[in-house]
């Protein structure tokens, strides 16, 4: 009978091992389209693939997005324990804080109540766009914040605000030289050589004059 049961449990194991190995590659593809659309919805647009340059900040991802090789905005992925669970959020930052806007990427919340914090779902998330942290505080009205809470989701208004106050402190967080990545022209050899007469040139106009050697009287 152990046997029996020992065999039942190695081929049930093996059975949802084989499942999980079949899917999961369809499950990270899906989660993976999921984010990159998030992304693209809270920043400005962007040449390079965030993605590959993704970094972590206190414990949230940060996606860097950035045209001509300069940053025009940070999409930052956080998550906060709601009414049902976890709250989950992307968070899109130009590179002075503003927010630029918030896209859910998962919840368990109350359909028809703290469900109303989904894409979509209401105006609770556009109370955001264009506000800068700084001076915008992230809390419900009722802590003395700047946020109207969703009626009768108290919980989920606050911890949508926790989520987005984890994403900021991720931003401020991100060191000065990655916030801002200038734009550098490369010199072509001709122009490094054109420069560089140019400077030898301009060092020779600014040498002082030699004076000439005082006259010798003749031999008599």
């Known amino acids: 009978m152990v046997v029996v049961l020992a065999a039942v449990c190695l081929v049930s194991s093996a059975l949802v091992g084989g499942l999980y190995a079949l899917t999961k590659d369809s499950i990270d593809k899906v989660n993976a389209a999921i984010k990159s659309n998030a992304i693209s919805k809270v920043v400005p647009a962007f040449d390079n693939v965030p993605n590959d340059e993704a970094f972590e900040s206190l414990g949230c991802k940060v996606y860097p997005a950035k ?7 940070y999409a930052i992925e956080s998550v906060a324990t709601g009414f049902g669970g976890p709250v989950k959020i992307m968070v899109g930052f130009l590179p002075d804080g503003t927010i ?14 703290g469900a109303k914090i989904d894409n979509g779902e209401g105006a609770f998330r556009v109370q955001f766009q264009g506000k800068n942290p700084a001076d915008f505080k992230l809390a419900v009205t009722k802590e003395g914040g700047n ?13 949508f605000c926790k989520a987005v106050t984890l994403a900021y402190d991720a931003f401020k967080n991100i060191a000065p ?30 040498a002082p004059a030699t004076e000439p050697a005082p006259a010798t009287e003749p031999v008599k």
Do not use: C, N, R, W
């Open 177 to 206: 030289e990655e916030k801002e990545v200038p734009f550098k022209l490369v010199a072509t050899p001709a122009q490094e050589s054109a420069e560089s007469a140019a400077d030898a040139a301009a060092e020779s106009a600014a």
């Open 67 to 73: 045209m001509g090789g300069s940053a025009v905005g």
């Open 147 to 159: 946020v109207d809470a969703i009626t009768a989701s108290t919980i989920t208004s606050k911890a």
């Open 100 to 113: 630029q806007d918030i896209s859910v990427l998962s919840h368990s919340e109350t359909p028809g109540l």
